[in-house]
C-alpha cells in the first residue's frame, strides 16, 4: 500500500499557521518566582527595579586616609599641610568613610611625621570615594521585560537587594518515544533492537534553547497505550513530541491518536528529510508528531519546535560575531594593558555606533548592559571619536538592526518607554546613553542618535529648546518631538531639616550641594538661576560634585551625604524626599529627519501618545501632559 499524507504544505505556510493557532488559542509562557541565584539564563516577565543602592554605603575608593576635605584645602608643594592623627582615619579599598570624612588621600600621597601626616596636594570633596548610588541607584530599572538574566545581571540584581525575581516558566517538553523495536540504551542490544537514543538527541536540543525535557517510558506500537502516555503528556506538560509512528505504514497511529485527543493542523510538510511531520495540538498545547528517523526527527523540532520555545520565552539567539563600528567617543587606554572596553551598539543609518560604557571596575551594570566588547591591544593608547574599530557582539546583530539609539538627557521616563517599546513589538530595543542636552544635540550633528531628550532653558526669553535647535541645526533636518513637562525643583532631606526656601540658601554655611553635569539642561538651568540671584558658585558647597542622573542625585540626598540637589519631582518622589518647585520645564524629544521613518521610531510616536505611557507618567509623579508625540516645530532642511 503506498504511504498518503494529508497535505504537502510548505515549511514557511505551517510555521506561521501553526504559531498563529496556537497564539489563539493562548499560548504563552506562564510566570513563577525563583531566587535570584537560580535564575542565570532565565527570561524576565516584567520589568526589575532595584529594591537598594549599589554601593548602599560610601566606600574609599583607594587605600588611605579618610579626612575632611576642608581640611586639606591650601595644600601645595611649597605650602603642605599638616594633619594630626585625629583629623584621619585610616581606611583601605572598600572600607566604610567614617561619619565627619567626604574625602580619601592615596597612601602614596601622604607622608608620615610624629603626631600625624603630610600632605602636598589637596583633595576636593568627594575624591577618591565610591559613592552610594554610583553603580545602581534604587528604584532604577536593572532590567527590562523579556530579558535574559546573565551572569553579570543577577550581580546586578543583588546588588539591587533583588533576591528573587519573577521569570518565564520554562515550557515542559514531554518527549514519548514509540515503537516494538525500541529498547531503552545498554551496552549489548540484540539484532532487531534499536536503542532509544532520539529522546536524549531532543532533550539534549530543548535543553539548549530554554526548556524542560520530559523523557516517557517507551510506549509498543499499540493505538490505546499510545493515546494513553499522550494523555498524560498534555496533562502534565506544556508541548508534546511524540516520536515515530508519523508515516502511513501499518502500525504508524500518532496521526490518528493526534486526532482523537486534539486536532491536526497539517499532516505532510514539504520538506525532506522531515515530511511525515504532524502539526497537531490540544488548545493551546502543541502535539508534534516527528519521524523516528534521527535526522528527519532533529531538523523537524528544530525548525517547528525551537520557534515556539523562542515564542514562549520572548527571546531569539544567534550566534556572536565580529562587526566594524564607529566609536561615538574617544576611547583612552593604558599602554600596558591589553583591555576590554564595553559598548553599547545600535545602527543610525548605514552606519554601526559604537558608545563606550563606563569602564569602571566596580559598575557591574554596565557589563549587563553592553551589547559588544571593543578590545584595545597592549601598547595602544586608544582610539578617536569617529575611529571605525572592531567590536566582538555579544547581542545578535540583527536586533542592532533594531535598536532604538537615545543619546541625550536622563530622565526615568525613558526606561519606562524602553520597556512599552519592547513589550509592544520585541523585535524592538532601546538603547539610551545619558550625555545631558548639549550631548544629545552634539551626537544628532553627527548622526549618531535617532532621537536625544534635551530641554535647555535659553535665558534671553525664557523658551526651552527652540533657539539652540536653530542655533546647532542652521540648515535643519530635524524635528522636535513634545514629551512633557517636568517640574525642576530642589530634591531636600525628608522634612527639610535645614529649612530651605530657596536657591539662595545653597550657599549657607554648612550646606552641602549635590550637582548634576556640565551640558545638562538641569546644569544650565541651575547656573542661570545662580546668576541672576548674584550667587557666586563656589560659595556653595559641593557645587563641582557631579552625578549623571536625575536618581543618582537623589540617591545622594537620601543617603545624608548631601543636604540638596536640583532635579525632576519623579526622582525626588522616588526616594521619599521633600521638594521645593522651581519651574516647568519643557522636556522635548530632538529626532533627525533621516530617522523618522524608521520603524523605531514610529513605534516610538505610537507609544508616546498612547494611554500605558500616560499612566506610567502619573505613577512616576511630576509630569504636566499635553500632547506627547505631537510634533512641536520641524526645522525643514534649506
Known amino acids: 500500500m503506498a504511504f498518503q499524507y494529508l497535505t504537502n504544505i510548505s515549511l514557511k505556510k505551517a510555521k506561521i499557521e501553526y504559531e498563529n493557532i496556537l497564539v489563539g488559542e493562548g499560548f504563552a509562557g ?11 539564563g532565565r527570561i524576565t516577565a516584567h520589568a526589575v527595579y532595584a529594591h537598594i543602592c549599589a554601593p548602599h554605603y560610601h566606600s574609599s575608593a583607594m ?56 600632605i602636598y596636594a589637596a583633595v ?40 528573587e525575581v519573577e521569570v518565564i516558566k520554562c515550557p515542559v517538553v514531554g518527549i514519548i518515544p514509540t515503537g516494538d523495536e525500541i529498547i531503552p540504551p545498554t551496552e549489548d542490544p540484540k539484532p532487531g533492537d534499536i536503542l532509544e537514543f532520539n529522546g536524549s538527541i531532543f532533550s539534549a536540543m ?102 515556539l520555545i523562542d515564542l514562549w520565552n520572548h527571546r531569539k539567539i ?3 560575531q565580529y562587526v566594524d563600528a564607529v566609536l561615538s567617543r574617544a576611547v583612552v587606554s593604558s599602554l600596558k594593558y591589553h583591555e576590554f572596553v564595553r559598548v553599547r551598539l545600535g545602527y543610525v543609518g548605514k552606519r554601526l555606533i ?25 601598547g595602544t593608547e586608544g582610539y578617536e571619536a569617529g575611529k571605525t574599530v572592531t567590536v566582538r557582539l555579544l547581542r545578535p546583530l540583527s536586533e542592532l538592526k533594531k535598536m532604538l539609539v537615545a543619546i541625550g538627557s536622563h530622565d526615568p521616563l525613558l526606561d519606562e518607554l524602553a520597556d512599552l517599546l519592547h513589550r509592544k513589538n520585541q523585535e524592538i530595543y532601546m538603547s539610551s546613553s545619558h550625555v545631558g542636552s548639549m550631548g544629545g544635540i552634539m551626537s544628532a550633528r553627527r548622526k549618531e542618535n535617532h532621537i536625544a531628550g534635551i530641554h535647555l532653558l535659553d535665558d534671553k526669553n525664557g523658551t526651552y529648546n527652540v533657539s539652540f535647535i536653530k542655533k546647532y541645526f542652521p540648515h535643519g533636518g530635524v524635528r522636535l518631538v513634545e514629551c512633557v513637562g517636568r517640574m525642576q525643583g530642589l530634591m531636600l532631606a525628608p522634612g527639610n531639616p535645614l529649612q530651605i526656601q530657596g536657591v539662595e540658601d545653597l550657599q549657607r554655611k554648612g550646606l552641602r550641594y549635590v550637582n548634576r553635569q556640565k551640558g545638562s539642561g538641569t546644569r544650565i538651568l541651575i547656573d542661570y538661576l545662580c546668576k541672576t540671584k548674584g550667587i557666586q558658585t563656589n560659595e556653595i558647597y559641593g557645587y563641582e560634585r557631579e552625578e549623571f542622573t536625575h536618581t543618582s542625585v537623589a540617591a545622594q540626598i537620601e543617603s545624608g551625604s548631601a543636604d540638596a540637589g536640583m532635579g525632576i519631582y519623579s526622582a525626588a518622589n522616588l526616594y521619599s524626599l521633600d521638594f521645593l ?58
Not at 354 to 378: H, N, T, Y
Open 318 to 320: 544567534a550566534e556572536p
Open 30 to 40: 506562564k510566570t513563577e518566582k525563583i531566587s535570584v541565584m537560580d535564575s542565570c
Open 354 to 378: 559604537a558608545s563606550p560604557l563606563s569602564r569602571g571596575s566596580g559598575v557591574i551594570s554596565s557589563f549587563m548592559k553592553a551589547d559588544g566588547m571593543l578590545e584595545v591591544p597592549q
Open 124 to 163: 576636593s570633596p568627594w575624591q577618591n570615594i565610591r559613592q552610594i548610588g554610583e553603580d545602581i541607584c534604587a528604584g532604577e530599572m536593572i532590567l527590562n521585560s523579556y530579558q535574559k538574566i546573565t551572569p553579570s545581571a543577577i550581580g546586578a540584581l543583588i546588588a539591587g537587594g533583588v533576591l
Open 63 to 118: 587605600d588611605g586616609i579618610a579626612v575632611d576635605a576642608k581640611d586639606t584645602f591650601g595644600a601645595t608643594e611649597t605650602t603642605p599641610v599638616h594633619l594630626k592623627t585625629n583629623q584621619y582615619t585610616v581606611v583601605d579599598t572598600g572600607d566604610a568613610i567614617p561619619d565627619g570624612c567626604d574625602a580619601v588621600i592615596m597612601v602614596e600621597d601622604i607622608v608620615q611625621e610624629e603626631g600625624g601626616v603630610c
Open 581 to 638: 518647585p522651581i519651574c516647568i520645564e519643557q522636556y522635548d524629544l530632538l529626532i533627525p529627519d533621516e530617522a523618522w521613518d524608521t520603524p523605531m521610531v514610529q513605534q516610538l510616536i505610537e507609544i508616546l501618545k498612547s494611554d500605558e505611557f500616560k499612566a506610567c507618567l502619573e505613577k512616576l509623579g511630576g509630569y504636566k501632559i499635553g500632547n506627547p508625540g505631537e510634533v512641536r516645530e520641524w526645522f525643514r532642511s534649506v
Open 206 to 307: 530543548l535543553q539548549e534553547w530554554g526548556a524542560k525535557a520530559v523523557i516517557y517510558p517507551i510506549v509498543p506500537d499499540c493505538f490505546d497505550e499510545i493515546k494513553s502516555m499522550v494523555n498524560r503528556a498534555v496533562e502534565e506538560c506544556d508541548m508534546v513530541i511524540l516520536n515515530a509512528g508519523s508515516s502511513a505504514g501499518r502500525e504508524d497511529y500518532s496521526c490518528q491518536v493526534i486526532k482523537e485527543i486534539g486536532d491536526v493542523l497539517y499532516h505532510g510538510i514539504a520538506i525532506k528529510p522531515g515530511k511525515p511531520a504532524i502539526l497537531g495540538y490540544q488548545k493551546e498545547k502543541p502535539i508534534l508528531g516527528v519521524p523516528g528517523y534521527p535526522v528527519s526527527g532533529i531538523i523537524v523540532i528544530e525548525e517547528i519546535l525551537h520557534p
